[in-house]
């Protein structure tokens, strides 16, 4: 049996992070850095993220570079509008039947997503929201909503593993809307109050992926689509600008 070689190594170690996770669409993929944990040089990662771009899985933006493509774009827009609507309503119907410990454990976890912000992990930040909101809209009576949204959530999964891993900024937003969405409850609010809060919240999530998608999009003019046929490193990183250096070497 012949060696790996190379390529195909950098090529399969790329597919699995992919795969598993661990590189979220939007997630910048610099050369040097993923050269040097394989002790490669550049070309043979570059040779598979082009692979990767072939197949969908990578796509190149000008000033950025390289970064895991942003999937199904239109699913997960239809996906959050939908989710928008039926949480809220669960939460604004699970409301009345959340006990003060209910509402102690809100806010415990929303502590802990707090305290992920300085040290942003946006995989473990999306789990902790999950379980927040899993705390408010759990006691929904209507049992046809709650799987509607349990399907909303599985759906999310599968579409992407995070949407904060390229808009983290959106993440501290998200624990003061979190923090107001359990004061609205905890002072009885009316429920359709709670709704709209539970339903902005959401939507404000989608709104800024929108943004970031639209800040993003890669050129269609064939001009700006040859610039953007080599990785671009990220600005001001070491490694980056090492990157830059020696694929211009081997252009």
């Known amino acids: 049996m012949s060696a790996e070689s190379k390529s195909e190594r950098a090529y399969r170690f790329l597919r699995e992070r992919i795969d598993d996770g661990r590189y979220v ?16 040089s550049v070309v043979p990662v570059r040779e598979a993220i082009r692979r990767l771009e072939a197949e969908g899985l990578v796509t190149f933006v ?24 039926v949480e809220g309503f669960a939460t604004s119907l699970s409301a009345p039947h959340l006990t003060p410990d209910h509402l102690v454990r809100a806010r415990e976890v929303n502590e802990r997503m707090r305290r992920t912000l300085d040290d942003f992990d946006p995989h473990r930040f999306t789990e902790l929201n999950r379980q927040f909101h899993a ?21 999310m999964r599968v579409l992407r593993d995070s949407s904060f891993s ?29 709704e ?45 600008a090492s990157a830059s250096s020696q694929e211009a070497q081997i252009a």
């Open 135 to 155: 705390v408010l809209f759990e006691e929904c009576p209507n049992p046809h909503v709650l799987d509607l949204v349990h399907r909303g959530w599985n759906r």
């Open 62 to 85: 000008r000033n950025v570079g390289a970064q895991v493509a942003l999937q199904q774009e239109t699913e997960y827009l239809h996906t959050m509008q939908t989710l928008a609507l």
């Open 166 to 194: 390229f808009v983290p900024g959106r993440a501290r937003e998200s624990v003061e809307e979190h923090a107001r969405i359990i004061d609205l409850i905890e002072q009885g609010a009316p429920a359709l109050e709670i």
């Open 196 to 240: 709209l809060a539970a339903r902005e919240h959401r939507t404000a999530t989608l709104d800024a992926v929108l943004s970031y998608q639209s800040e993003h999009k890669p050129p269609t003019d064939a001009a700006s689509a040859r610039t953007t046929t080599e990785p671009v490193p990220e600005p001001g990183a070491a490694a980056a």
């Open 25 to 40: 669409p939007g997630y910048r993929l610099v050369l040097a850095q993923i050269a040097s944990e394989l002790d490669v």
